[in-house]
């Protein structure tokens, strides 16, 4: 199993996960990191056999110093 590590993960009382990472350069893979925290953070709330209403929801707020989206100029005139 892959092991990653992020800056701050907390339970809140509603049983909402939430994890926090913060990243100064973007590496290659890190989007795919980020997705793959919050699955596996997800995904191991439960055991065999149990029920998929005992999921609860798994935030990931990621702060970086990079621009991590380009962003298109859109056709529309408004």
Same mark, same amino acid.
Not at 37 to 48: F, G, M, P, R, S
């Given at each position: 199993?892959k092991?990653? #590590?992020v800056?701050?993960k907390?339970?809140l009382?509603?049983k909402?996960k939430?994890?926090?990472?913060?990243? @100064? @350069?973007?590496h290659?893979?890190? *989007? #795919?990191?980020? $997705?793959y925290?919050?699955? +596996?953070? &997800?995904?191991?709330? $439960?055991?065999?056999g149990?029920? &998929?209403t005992?999921?609860?929801?798994?935030?990931? $707020?990621?702060?970086v110093n990079f621009?991590m989206? *380009?962003?298109?100029? #859109?056709?529309i +005139?408004?």
């Open positions: 199993m092991d990653t #590590s800056d701050v907390a339970t009382k509603n909402t939430v994890i926090i990472e913060m990243q @100064i @350069i973007n290659d893979g890190f *989007e #795919s990191r980020i $997705l925290n919050t699955a +596996k953070n &997800y995904a191991n709330q $439960l055991e065999c149990d029920k &998929y005992l999921l609860n929801p798994v935030i990931a $707020l990621t702060i621009k989206f *380009e962003t298109k100029k #859109s056709k +005139k408004l």
